[in-house]
Structures are given as structure tokens and as C-alpha cells.
Nanobody, 114 residues
Framework: QVQLVEAGGGLVQPGGSLTLSCTASGVTVSTDIMTWHRQIPGKEREWVAS????????NYADSVKGRFTIFRDNGYNTVYLQMNSLKPEDTAVYYC???????WGQGTQVTVSS
């Protein structure tokens, strides 16, 4: 079964850190364009970050630039989103996306609150 599974979400205080993972099964994503998005209830899904086939090329939304880092571990067929200096406005469901294949994960909740 081809799927993406996110993990690592949770509750964190403002200023804290979390690292999300997205593990692919049934497909090798090492050369795919992988992205992270997030969505707040009642709002449209928002693009957060992308990593390209080279793995050295990345791109970020202005709202997370300098705080979030997207990277991949091809040995584990996994893409990560390291999130530092978290803010309450980062609270959302975070989704992993294989842009090259049109695959989405089920999402993981991140809540930033004191």
C-alpha cells in the first residue's frame, strides 16, 4: 500500500521545538519533490516548505523562514520538518505531500500554547 505517514506532532510551549517526520511506504521518495503544508480549521491549507530531488535545494514560506528546516533521510525513506522557536500561530494540522506523485499523509496536530 502506497502511503505517507506523519508523526511527531503534539503540544509544545511557545519558543519550543518539535520535529515532524513523514515516512513513505510502498514507494521510494528519495528523488521526489516533498513538501509540508499546514491547515487551521476553517482556513485553506497553507504551503510551508519544500525539498527538491537534490536534497540541497529547499524553499520556505516567509512565515517560517529561519525557524523551520526541511530535510530528508533517504535511507529511511523519510522527510522531516524541524520546527524551532514555535509560536502560537504555528498551531495547525501539518500534512506531508509527495508533490511528484500527488500523495498526501493523514496529518499530525501541532499545538503551540502555554
Amino acid at each position: 500500500q502506497v502511503q505517507l505517514v506523519e508523526a511527531g506532532g503534539g503540544l509544545v510551549q511557545p519558543g519550543g521545538s518539535l520535529t515532524l517526520s513523514c515516512t513513505a511506504s510502498g514507494v521510494t521518495v528519495s528523488t521526489d519533490i516533498m513538501t509540508w503544508h499546514r491547515q487551521i480549521p476553517g482556513k485553506e491549507r497553507e504551503w510551508v516548505a519544500s525539498i527538491y530531488a537534490s536534497s540541497t535545494a529547499t524553499n520556505y514560506a516567509d512565515s517560517v523562514k529561519g525557524r523551520f528546516t526541511i530535510f530528508r533521510d533517504n535511507g529511511y525513506n523519510t522527510v522531516y520538518l524541524q520546527m524551532n522557536s514555535l509560536k502560537p500561530e504555528d498551531t495547525a494540522v501539518y500534512y506531508c505531500n509527495d508533490q511528484s506523485r500527488g500523495l498526501w499523509g493523514q496529518g499530525t496536530q501541532v499545538t503551540v500554547s502555554s
